[in-house]
C-alpha cells in the first residue's frame, strides 16, 4: 500500500511541477512526458531506502562477527 500511495503523490506531483515547469519556460505542456518521469522517479525513489537498509544491516551482522 505504501508503494502505491508514493506513485500516486509522484504522479500527482510531478504533473504540477510539470505543469509550472513549462510555463515558466513557455512550453507546451504534455501530460505524459510528465506521468512517465514522475513513474520514474518514484521508483527510483522507492528502491533506494531498501537498498540502504540491506547494506546497513550487512555492516551490524559484520561488526558483531
Same mark, same amino acid.
Given at each position: 500500500?505504501?508503494? &502505491?500511495? @508514493? &506513485?500516486?503523490?509522484? &504522479?500527482? !506531483?510531478?504533473?504540477?511541477?510539470?505543469?509550472?515547469?513549462?510555463? !515558466?519556460?513557455?512550453?507546451?505542456?504534455?501530460?505524459?512526458?510528465?506521468?512517465?518521469?514522475?513513474? @520514474?522517479?518514484? @521508483? &527510483?525513489?522507492? @528502491?533506494?531506502? !531498501?537498498? !540502504?537498509?540491506?547494506?546497513?544491516?550487512?555492516?551490524?551482522?559484520?561488526?558483531?562477527?
Amino acid at each position: 500500500m505504501r508503494y &502505491i500511495a @508514493v &506513485i500516486f503523490w509522484s &504522479i500527482m !506531483l510531478g504533473q504540477v511541477a510539470g505543469f509550472i515547469g513549462g510555463a !515558466l519556460n513557455q512550453q507546451k505542456f504534455n501530460s505524459t512526458y510528465s506521468i512517465i518521469i514522475s513513474i @520514474v522517479f518514484a @521508483v &527510483i525513489f522507492s @528502491v533506494i531506502p !531498501l537498498i !540502504l537498509d540491506s547494506s546497513v544491516k550487512d555492516e551490524k551482522v559484520e561488526k558483531n562477527a
